[in-house]
């Protein structure tokens, strides 16, 4: 089992380069199976979500080359199945843009139910209602996703629901599908106008990608094409916040200044200086941090994959401050690892309600998802002694080498392996002596 060793109390110094994007490289992956020729994808972040992508097309059949540090060559000619190997898809949430990208490619798809972080009920309705409106019918059973259609034809889809995955797989079916389709309710997150921008430099014909209402008219080919993934906007926001909580001072690079707007503007109302560049950004903090309230909502509002983050960062600051939940059911678990480390927090609901202390103190911790451990990899930057956190997996779906980048910041972080503890009943089955 392998945990993060954490001695906090050193202030981040210096800089750091943020990684490819995972939400857009994990439907970007996917979409590649499109194509009728190779493609090259480029700042691809080394994560375990993108290795398991890369795996779910090698299986099926696609030449998957490691062409450099992040860069991939993927020959998807040679795709032999639409079936997605079960044990592996559901090991991670975005094994569902397989559906849109296989069925748009072969008309058929077969994907197990998704797994991913447990944030509550994150139902497939308004995927399936997409597939639908395009011509296909659905079964579902024993954990499979079975997709199948004669002929996929464009059609007015309305989500009842904002719901960024289901935008992704209508664009996925619909790049290809006879006729204009029209997505409304659509979502609007950077990372689907980074899909879009991919499809169309394969020859797609996607419009209105970050508005509430996209176009896509049909082709009947795609080529190949060379791309490189947009910067991650919740990885750059996780440095930001942790600058911002052990009081340090940090070039953040390798980013897009206005994919960040929403964050950049709560963290200085908390009293977090920020100086922005092109392509890179100076974060500090040179005062006392204050309370500030804070609601998740889609984009262009506060990221829901930011709360853990700036959640803790609040608790480091004076006052009192209120954090809603907008989006998902479950996404306060993380609360009670937070109060093993001194945090005073109240959660009714999808509302937190923390009361600053200023400090932290290290403890033992568990990551329960993804966000909620980079959350915990923060306090335990701030925290006046050791934080050891277990279940690090998580953290590894999303964040490309996360310990080495805190390190070159000065942080000190360990990652160990320790034995898995023995069972309790392991005694029984062992012979006296």
């Known amino acids: 089992m392998d945990k993060f060793i954490i001695k906090g109390g050193r202030r981040l110094e210096g800089e750091v380069t943020i990684s490819g994007a995972k939400n857009a490289a994990v439907a970007i992956l996917p979409a590649v199976i499109l194509s009728d020729e190779p493609c090259i994808v480029e700042n691809v972040p080394s994560i375990s979500d993108v290795n398991i992508s890369l795996r779910i097309l090698s299986e099926m059949g696609a030449e998957v080359t490691n062409i450099g540090k992040d860069a991939y060559r993927i020959d998807p ?33 077969r994907v197990s139910m998704p797994g991913g972080c447990p944030l509550g009920d994150r139902p497939i309705d308004q995927h399936l209602k997409a597939f639908s409106a395009l011509g296909a019918e659905y079964t579902l059973s024993q954990g499979m996703i079975d997709l199948k259609a004669e002929k996929l034809r464009g059609s007015q889809i309305f989500f009842d629901v904002v719901t960024v995955g289901a935008t992704m797989n209508a664009m996925l079916a619909a790049v290809k599908a006879e006729g204009l389709t029209i997505i409304e309710n659509a979502a609007k997150e950077p990372h689907i106008v980074d899909l879009a921008n991919f499809l169309n430099s394969m020859g797609a014909n996607i419009m209105g990608a970050g508005t509430d209402v996209i176009k896509v008219r049909g082709v009947e080919h795609l080529h190949g094409t060379t791309y490189a993934v947009i910067p991650d906007q919740i990885e750059a926001g996780t440095f930001m916040i942790a600058a911002a909580a052990t ?18 503007k709560k963290l200085e109302k908390i009293g977090v200086n920020i100086e922005q560049y092109d392509d890179s950004m100076r974060v500090w903090v040179d005062g006392p941090l204050v309370k500030a309230n804070v609601k998740t909502t889609p984009h262009p509002g506060f990221p829901t994959d930011m709360q853990p983050q700036i959640a803790t960062l609040l608790t480091l600051a004076s006052g009192t401050s209120i954090v809603t939940e907008g989006v998902w059911e479950q996404r306060f678990r993380y609360v009670d690892e937070l109060r093993r480390m001194g945090a005073d927090i109240t959660v009714n609901g999808k509302v937190a309600l923390i009361e600053g202390t200023g400090k932290l103190m290290g403890a033992p911790v568990k990551a329960c998802d993804l966000r909620a451990g980079a959350a915990l990899i923060i306090a335990g930057l701030a925290a006046s002694g050791i934080t050891e956190i277990e279940d690090i997996f998580h953290i590894e779906r999303g964040y490309d080498c996360m310990e080495g980048k805190l390190r070159q910041l000065g942080a000190d972080i360990e990652k160990v392996n320790v034995p898995d503890k023995p069972k309790e009943n392991d005694s029984d089955n062992k012979t006296a002596v």
């Open 77 to 109: 000619t040679k795709i032999n199945k639409c079936c997605v190997p079960y044990e592996t898809a559901r090991k991670m949430r975005a094994s569902y843009y397989f559906l849109g990208a296989l069925l748009g490619k072969f008309n058929k798809a």
């Open 247 to 264: 009081k340090g001072d940090v070039l953040i690079k390798n980013i897009i200044p206005k994919h960040l707007e929403s964050i950049t």
